[in-house]
C-alpha cells in the first residue's frame, strides 16, 4: 500500500503538512456531516407510488441508502481520529521545534489513503444509487 514506501525510505512530513491537514480533515467532518443530514432527508421522505409492486424497488433504494450512510459515518469517525493526530502531532512539534518523527508521516499517510479508498466506496454506492434513480424516472 502507500505506506510502505514512506515507511522504507523514513518520509518525514513538515509540521506544515500537519497544519494543512487539520484543515482538510475539519472541512471534510462538515461536509460529510451534512450529506448525512441530506441523505437522511431523502430517506424519509414520502414517495408517491409506494405500492406494493414497487416495494422491493423501494427496499433496494433503502437499502442502498442505508449503506451509503453507514459508509459516511464511517468516514467522518475515520476523519475524527485523523483529525486529533494531527492535532497531537502539530502540537508536540511546536513545543519541540526538532520533533520530526517518520513513523507520524507512516500513520498520517495510512489515513489519507484509508481516507481514499472510503471516499471511493461512498461514490460507488452513491452512484449506483442514482443511476436506479434515474432510469426508474
Sequence with gaps: MVVYPSYKYKLILSKDFY?????FFGIFI???LNIEVAIFAIFTRKWKNNSDENGEKFSE??????????????LVLVCFFALF???????????????NSWYASCVLIYFYGHFGLT???????????FQREYRES
Design 19 to 23: 497544519n494543512l491537514s487539520i484543515t
Design 30 to 32: 462538515a461536509l460529510l
Design 61 to 74: 433504494r433503502n437499502k442502498l441508502i442505508s449503506e451509503v450512510d453507514s459508509n459516511i459515518s464511517y
Design 85 to 99: 493526530f494531527c492535532l497531537a502531532v502539530f502540537g508536540v512539534s511546536s513545543i519541540k521545534d526538532s520533533y
Design 119 to 129: 471516499l471511493l466506496m461512498i461514490i460507488k454506492r452513491s452512484h449506483a444509487l
